[in-house]
């Protein structure tokens, strides 16, 4: 497949993530000097550690993501009905299919400051890795993240 082919090596995708955070957290980054992300959820949120396996496969910025789950879930553990019973018949929808907002969770409670600092990780996470940005934000949903703070993705 050719997008599996765009991707780093997955054999050391987990110690490339791991050393891509070590040297960016708490360095150039917003929130530099905090030794802490804005977000609780740390390595699972960043795509680093034993949850680097979860993000590799969407981690080119060329990715095209999609949804296929047409029901209420949007995120987490606790699934709608049709989830809990499997009799939900997948539906492909191109694109993120809620608005980012909706993936609001405890350990990671968004605002538009925390979106900020997301949007800016993944787009130094992509310019570090694959050394280019997505050409087709919209599909990531990333402008409507940071609508109305007078910031460019570019």
Request: glycine letters at 8%; a neutral charge; charged letters at 20%.
């Amino acid at each position: 497949c050719s997008h599996i082919r765009r991707l780093l090596p997955p054999s050391h995708f987990e110690q490339t993530m791991d050393k891509f955070t070590d040297q960016h957290w708490g360095s150039r980054v917003p929130w530099a000097g905090s030794r802490r992300f804005p977000w609780a959820g740390g390595s699972a949120y960043t795509g680093s550690g034993r949850y680097a396996s979860e993000h590799w496969v969407h981690s080119h910025p060329d990715t095209e993501p999609c949804d296929v789950y047409s029901g209420d879930f949007v995120a987490g553990v606790a699934l709608d009905f049709a989830a809990q019973q499997g009799t939900w018949t997948p539906q492909l929808h191109v694109g993120i299919r809620w608005p980012l907002w909706e993936y609001h969770e405890d350990a990671w409670p968004l605002s538009q400051k925390t979106m900020l600092q997301w949007v800016r990780w993944r787009c130094l996470e992509w310019r570090t890795l694959y050394k280019k940005l997505p050409t087709n934000f919209s599909q990531w949903r990333l402008e409507e993240a940071i609508e109305g703070l007078g910031v460019s993705l570019h």
